[in-house]
């Protein structure tokens, strides 16, 4: 009667389908910790601790502590698809596994990972889920490039182009034939223009032997270290481990593996909110079935004109002894105290020594946002070029891209007349459809 490690997976196999169909509908962030509750089944039901066919009493004790996971946090779950299915998902199984409701719970345990060094690819892994080892020896290396989101928020585009943008609401980062990125920016506070980012939303498509579609999702307090199906790894193929998640600190720094596709994504957590740095071969950046239709394809587009915000004319305006950001305009509410501009100068300096555009958009958020934790999102992003940018000597940029009417990107031309971020005009209710 007991469920051994395989049974458990199968078990688990309708969440990624109601997953994808829940991020299809951009939403505010919300404090439902099904995600949680899942994560923390898997860790109880599979690996080194899964419980062997005779142990249907431990089995039984790990869903009813997932039930009252549930039960928790069902006053903030309401309407949400993932939690329904959970719920209903644990009946099938307590019935399925004659488990009563009433019974001792176990305490949820962290999966083992493996020591440092060992890798969990198995050795007879089909070839062609391992992007690098699946080039012939005669062919060139694959080129990579890296794109990055962060702070108010400020984005550097495969093509190394940096823009400050408004883009409130759900945004697609990525968007092309292996995987799609969304994130959703909110405002930092009430009445203020400065937005971050809140949400983020992967999607892992179904790809050959390799892995099944898997699913990724953090919000604000909620950086969870699985796919939204509990599993860390591709699924029940023969390359599932080609897509791997790896917890760096917990609740702050995760890094998904992508072998298959040669890439790497870096997602952080930093004070309230998100960071995302990805690392990927051009060939995988432009595999879209029709290029023309991949405008907003943040990552590789950039942010429309029109969302565009141009900082160091901000700053420009900014600098002058004791000069704070302007209130937002009536009526609404007052904006959020900020740093004085030498204030923020120094905070930057602290941690971005060279005055590169990090350094500047450091400065721009302490001055839009008032959140020190800025500081460290712009530290951080730095890091990840660093460690995913194939080409050191573009580590550092100095001269902000901007678009010129007709899609034309111009660096380093007169900024044009802005008005001051706290004047700008509300941006319009605009969510694009992300499929």
Same mark, same amino acid.
């Given at each position: 009667?007991?469920m051994?490690?395989?049974?458990?997976r199968?078990a688990?196999?309708?969440?990624?389908?109601?997953?994808?169909?829940l991020?299809?509908?951009?939403?505010?962030?919300s404090?439902?910790?099904?995600?949680?509750c899942n994560?923390?089944?898997w860790?109880?039901?599979?690996?080194?601790?899964?419980?062997?066919?005779?142990?249907?009493?431990e089995?039984?004790?790990?869903?009813?502590?997932?039930?009252?996971?549930?039960?928790?946090?069902?006053?903030?779950c309401?309407?949400?698809?993932?939690?329904?299915?959970?719920?209903?998902?644990?009946?099938?199984?307590?019935?399925?596994?004659?488990?009563s409701?009433?019974?001792?719970?176990?305490?949820?345990?962290?999966r083992m990972?493996p020591?440092?060094?060992?890798?969990q690819?198995?050795?007879?892994?089909?070839?062609i889920c391992h992007y690098?080892k699946?080039f012939?020896?005669?062919?060139?290396?694959?080129?990579?490039?890296?794109?990055?989101?962060?702070?108010d928020?400020?984005l550097?585009?495969?093509?190394?182009?940096?823009?400050?943008?408004?883009?409130?609401?759900?945004?697609?980062?990525?968007?092309?034939?292996?995987?799609?990125?969304?994130?959703?920016?909110?405002?930092?506070?009430?009445?203020?223009?400065?937005t971050?980012?809140?949400?983020?939303?992967?999607?892992?498509?179904?790809?050959?032997?390799?892995v099944?579609q898997?699913?990724?999702?953090?919000?604000m307090?909620?950086?969870?270290?699985?796919?939204?199906?509990?599993?860390?790894?591709?699924?029940?193929?023969?390359?599932?481990?080609?897509?791997k998640?790896t917890?760096?600190?917990?609740?702050?720094?995760?890094?998904?593996?992508?072998?298959y596709?040669?890439?790497?994504?870096?997602?952080?957590?930093?004070g309230?909110y998100?960071?995302?740095?990805?690392?990927?071969? =051009?060939? &995988?950046v432009?595999?879209v079935?029709?290029? @023309?239709?991949?405008g $907003? !394809?943040?990552?590789? +587009?950039?942010? #429309?004109?029109?969302?565009q915000?141009?900082?160091?004319?901000?700053?420009?305006n900014?600098?002058?002894?004791?000069?704070?950001?302007?209130?937002?305009?009536?009526?609404?509410?007052?904006?959020?105290?900020?740093?004085?501009?030498e204030?923020?100068?120094?905070?930057?300096?602290?941690?971005?020594?060279?005055?590169?555009?990090?350094y500047?958009?450091?400065?721009?958020?302490?001055?839009?946002?008032?959140?020190v934790?800025?500081?460290?999102?712009a530290?951080?992003?730095l =890091?990840? &070029?660093?460690?995913?940018?194939?080409?050191? @000597?573009?580590?550092? $940029? !100095?001269?902000?891209? +901007?678009?010129? #009417?007709?899609?034309?990107?111009?660096?380093?031309?007169?900024?044009?007349?802005?008005?001051?971020?706290?004047?700008?005009?509300?941006?319009?209710?605009?969510?694009p459809?992300f499929?």
């Amino acid at each position: 009667m007991g469920m051994g490690r395989g049974a458990g997976r199968s078990a688990l196999g309708f969440w990624p389908t109601l997953a994808f169909l829940l991020c299809s509908f951009p939403a505010a962030t919300s404090p439902c910790k099904i995600l949680k509750c899942n994560s923390e089944f898997w860790s109880a039901t599979s690996g080194s601790h899964a419980p062997a066919s005779d142990d249907a009493p431990e089995f039984c004790a790990a869903l009813r502590t997932y039930a009252l996971c549930t039960r928790r946090t069902a006053r903030t779950c309401r309407g949400d698809l993932a939690y329904h299915s959970a719920v209903h998902g644990i009946e099938d199984l307590m019935s399925q596994h004659n488990c009563s409701k009433d019974g001792p719970t176990s305490q949820p345990r962290l999966r083992m990972l493996p020591p440092a060094g060992d890798s969990q690819e198995r050795s007879d892994s089909p070839e062609i889920c391992h992007y690098e080892k699946s080039f012939h020896k005669h062919s060139a290396a694959p080129n990579y490039t890296h794109c990055g989101l962060f702070g108010d928020p400020h984005l550097r585009t495969f093509t190394d182009r940096f823009q400050t943008c408004k883009v409130q609401g759900a945004w697609p980062l990525i968007d092309n034939n292996y995987l799609n990125v969304q994130v959703t920016n909110t405002p930092v506070l009430p009445g203020s223009a400065a937005t971050a980012t809140s949400k983020l939303t992967i999607i892992f498509k179904n790809f050959q032997e390799c892995v099944d579609q898997k699913v990724y999702q953090a919000e604000m307090d909620e950086l969870p270290a699985a796919f939204a199906d509990g599993s860390k790894n591709g699924g029940d193929k023969h390359g599932a481990n080609s897509l791997k998640i790896t917890e760096k600190v917990s609740g702050q720094h995760v890094e998904i593996q992508a072998k298959y596709i040669g890439t790497t994504i870096v997602v952080r957590q930093v004070g309230r909110y998100l960071t995302f740095a990805v690392r990927m071969p =051009e060939e &995988v950046v432009n595999a879209v079935e029709d290029r @023309d239709s991949q405008g $907003l !394809y943040l990552c590789l +587009r950039g942010c #429309p004109l029109n969302q565009q915000i141009d900082f160091q004319a901000f700053r420009t305006n900014a600098e002058g002894p004791g000069t704070r950001r302007p209130a937002a305009a009536s009526p609404s509410p007052a904006a959020p105290e900020t740093f004085p501009y030498e204030t923020a100068v120094a905070k930057c300096k602290e941690k971005l020594p060279v005055e590169d555009l990090y350094y500047q958009a450091c400065v721009f958020d302490l001055l839009t946002t008032g959140d020190v934790n800025f500081t460290l999102a712009a530290y951080y992003a730095l =890091e990840d &070029v660093k460690m995913l940018h194939s080409n050191k @000597d573009k580590l550092h $940029l !100095y001269e902000r891209t +901007r678009e010129l #009417p007709g899609g034309v990107a111009a660096a380093g031309l007169p900024p044009a007349p802005q008005r001051l971020l706290g004047t700008l005009v509300p941006l319009l209710a605009l969510i694009p459809v992300f499929w």
